[in-house]
């Protein structure tokens, strides 16, 4: 057994681990309070640690010391113990046992203390190892990156500074994981812009990336090098993300082995991009996210994506349209594609009364495998989405899960959703009609609402009418109802 104590040395400032002195036994310390003291309180230089190590075995009988024997009486003198300092090394740094530096590192990382990671990384050599890779799991680069002029200094791009980093320690290479390319608006003049090439370089050293993310953070879309694109090609990525970028499309060919792709607000350059080193299989995505914002431009080529999807998307098991608006998505290009394979798809209903009459249905009776149906922000005091969610509803013969997240607009200031629920009486009605029919089968029916403001009224009785008129979805499938007075929440869960 191993009893540890901590007292701070206020005039040497250092660190002692058991009991201030000689036989006052030293009471066990709280172990997270101990690894948080032990990483954040320099200087490492001075620490100094005793581990008091008592023995748990019980003397027999024969060892016990007679009473009556003064000589070997124990007391008023320290039990046996053994002691072991751990100083500081020729080099200045202490000598830690792994099991303690490992319980401070996972400490740290449980908390993404960055900071004393990085302390820790810096200070002591045998917390480097774990702790860089930490530190270097993720690597955001700016392209270009501002960097003032100093007098005197060369001036790095984070590219250079990358590359430099990889060529003098390729052990770093193998922590990264995720990769952030970053294309930052230029704000200054006095800057060293980056025309891409050393990222090109740093690519094919990275051979154990997984996820690899292309944004823009100047508000407007912005095309990527082709020094880059050609150098993007790589078997290990498995996620891709893109955002606000131009891009061709058959630049997803360059990863053989993508599986899950989100684009948000993105452009789809259709011609002029060959890989220089194509993949020798084409890539089979099997999660796919695309989003609109609101501030997205009008000539978005996301249609072309959805009417005339590439083959890369053949072999979805899940789709995502839910962030897709204004506006209404017409996916049936994309679900014929996928149709054989496609087991969750998520959408969200018209996003306004104008667009709703000219929505067309999803005829999701040729998905043979969907397990799973999630609808988005769906208006329900509106006539025309409830005539869109019944046609597309009744389209489906089976499913696992049929989750609707309705969303109220209502004005007051504490609306009554007792009174909501009971003007809706006609259109529930209708819907218990679809769900409860005896031609299709829902295992299982979950309908969400939530209000626009924070607080809102009679949630519980709106629950039970709601139950009730229900009544035919509650008898064939495992009904939930959940109407919260929680502030409303569009794209998350």
Same mark, same amino acid.
């Given at each position: 057994?191993?009893? %540890?104590?901590?007292?701070?040395n206020?005039?040497?400032?250092?660190?002692?681990?058991?009991?201030?002195?000689?036989?006052?036994?030293?009471?066990?310390?709280?172990?997270?309070?101990?690894?948080?003291?032990?990483?954040?309180?320099? &200087?490492?230089?001075?620490?100094?640690?005793?581990?008091?190590?008592?023995?748990?075995?019980?003397?027999?009988?024969?060892?016990?010391?007679?009473?009556?024997?003064?000589?070997?009486?124990?007391e008023?003198?320290?039990?046996?113990?053994?002691?072991?300092?751990?100083?500081?090394?020729?080099?200045?740094?202490?000598?830690?046992?792994?099991?303690?530096?490992?319980?401070?590192?996972?400490?740290?990382?449980?908390?993404?203390?960055?900071?004393?990671?990085r302390?820790?990384?810096?200070?002591?050599?045998?917390?480097?190892?774990?702790?860089?890779?930490?530190?270097?799991?993720?690597?955001?680069?700016?392209?270009?990156?501002?960097?003032?002029?100093?007098?005197?200094?060369?001036?790095l791009?984070?590219?250079?500074?990358?590359?430099?980093?990889?060529?003098?320690?390729? $052990?770093?290479?193998?922590?990264?994981?995720?990769?952030?390319?970053?294309?930052?608006?230029?704000?200054?003049?006095?800057?060293? $812009?980056?025309?891409?090439k050393?990222?090109?370089?740093?690519?094919?050293?990275?051979?154990?990336?997984?996820?690899?993310?292309?944004?823009?953070?100047?508000?407007?879309c912005?095309?990527?090098?082709?020094?880059?694109?050609?150098?993007?090609?790589?078997?290990?990525?498995?996620?891709?993300?893109?955002?606000?970028?131009?891009?061709? %499309?058959?630049?997803?060919?360059?990863? &053989?082995?993508?599986?899950?792709?989100?684009?948000?607000?993105?452009?789809?350059?259709?011609?002029?991009?060959?890989?220089?080193?194509?993949?020798?299989?084409?890539?089979?995505?099997?999660?796919?996210?695309?989003?609109?914002?609101?501030?997205?431009?009008?000539?978005? $080529?996301?249609?072309?994506?959805?009417?005339?999807?590439?083959?890369?998307?053949?072999?979805l098991?899940?789709?995502?349209?839910?962030?897709?608006?204004?506006?209404?998505?017409?996916?049936?290009?994309?679900?014929?594609?996928?149709?054989?394979?496609?087991?969750?798809?998520?959408?969200?209903? &018209?996003?306004?009364?104008?667009?709703?009459?000219?929505?067309?249905r999803?005829?999701?009776?040729?998905?043979?495998?969907?397990?799973?149906?999630?609808?988005?922000?769906?208006?329900?005091?509106?006539?025309?989405?409830?005539?869109?969610?019944?046609?597309?509803?009744s389209?489906?013969?089976?499913?696992?899960?049929?989750?609707?997240?309705?969303?109220?607009?209502?004005?007051?200031?504490? &609306?009554?959703?007792?009174?909501?629920?009971?003007?809706?009486?006609?259109?529930?009605?209708?819907?218990?009609?679809v769900?409860?029919?005896?031609?299709?089968?829902?295992?299982?029916?979950?309908? $969400?609402?939530?209000?626009?403001?924070?607080?809102?009224?009679?949630?519980?009785?709106?629950?039970?009418?709601?139950?009730?008129?229900?009544?035919?979805?509650?008898?064939?499938?495992?009904?939930?109802?959940?109407?919260?007075?929680?502030?409303?929440?569009?794209?998350?869960?």
């Amino acid at each position: 057994m191993v009893v %540890m104590d901590k007292k701070l040395n206020k005039r040497s400032d250092s660190h002692h681990l058991g009991g201030p002195s000689g036989p006052v036994p030293t009471p066990a310390c709280d172990v997270d309070q101990f690894v948080r003291q032990l990483a954040l309180e320099p &200087p490492w230089s001075s620490l100094r640690i005793n581990v008091v190590l008592v023995s748990s075995r019980t003397p027999k009988p024969a060892d016990r010391p007679s009473r009556r024997d003064p000589a070997s009486s124990t007391e008023g003198r320290s039990q046996p113990q053994r002691t072991i300092a751990m100083t500081p090394h020729e080099r200045g740094y202490p000598y830690l046992p792994p099991e303690l530096i490992n319980a401070i590192i996972d400490h740290l990382i449980i908390d993404k203390d960055v900071s004393s990671l990085r302390q820790c990384a810096l200070t002591h050599r045998s917390m480097s190892p774990k702790a860089q890779q930490f530190l270097f799991s993720r690597i955001e680069l700016g392209l270009p990156e501002i960097n003032v002029a100093n007098e005197g200094e060369p001036l790095l791009t984070p590219s250079m500074k990358l590359y430099d980093i990889l060529k003098d320690a390729p $052990h770093v290479s193998e922590y990264i994981h995720t990769l952030d390319l970053v294309l930052v608006q230029r704000t200054t003049e006095r800057v060293v $812009h980056d025309d891409g090439k050393l990222v090109a370089r740093a690519l094919p050293l990275l051979q154990h990336l997984r996820c690899l993310k292309l944004e823009v953070r100047s508000g407007r879309c912005r095309d990527l090098s082709y020094a880059v694109m050609d150098a993007l090609a790589s078997p290990t990525v498995t996620e891709l993300h893109t955002r606000w970028i131009h891009i061709p %499309m058959s630049i997803i060919g360059a990863f &053989p082995n993508l599986r899950i792709f989100a684009c948000d607000n993105m452009h789809w350059l259709l011609k002029g991009f060959t890989p220089i080193a194509p993949a020798l299989a084409a890539p089979r995505v099997e999660i796919l996210k695309i989003s609109r914002g609101y501030n997205c431009v009008r000539h978005s $080529h996301f249609t072309d994506i959805l009417s005339s999807p590439p083959l890369y998307f053949s072999r979805l098991v899940d789709l995502d349209l839910s962030s897709y608006h204004p506006g209404f998505p017409d996916a049936m290009g994309i679900l014929r594609t996928c149709k054989d394979t496609l087991q969750r798809f998520e959408i969200a209903a &018209p996003s306004t009364a104008k667009a709703a009459p000219r929505a067309t249905r999803h005829d999701l009776s040729i998905l043979a495998r969907l397990e799973c149906l999630v609808i988005r922000r769906m208006y329900f005091h509106k006539d025309c989405f409830w005539t869109w969610i019944l046609e597309t509803i009744s389209t489906a013969k089976s499913l696992h899960t049929l989750r609707i997240d309705f969303l109220m607009q209502d004005r007051a200031e504490e &609306p009554d959703m007792l009174k909501v629920i009971r003007d809706g009486k006609q259109s529930w009605t209708q819907l218990d009609k679809v769900l409860g029919s005896s031609s299709r089968r829902f295992e299982r029916v979950q309908v $969400h609402m939530r209000s626009g403001y924070d607080m809102v009224c009679n949630c519980s009785d709106a629950t039970e009418l709601l139950r009730s008129y229900l009544a035919l979805t509650n008898e064939r499938s495992s009904l939930c109802i959940n109407i919260t007075n929680e502030p409303r929440v569009l794209f998350s869960e």
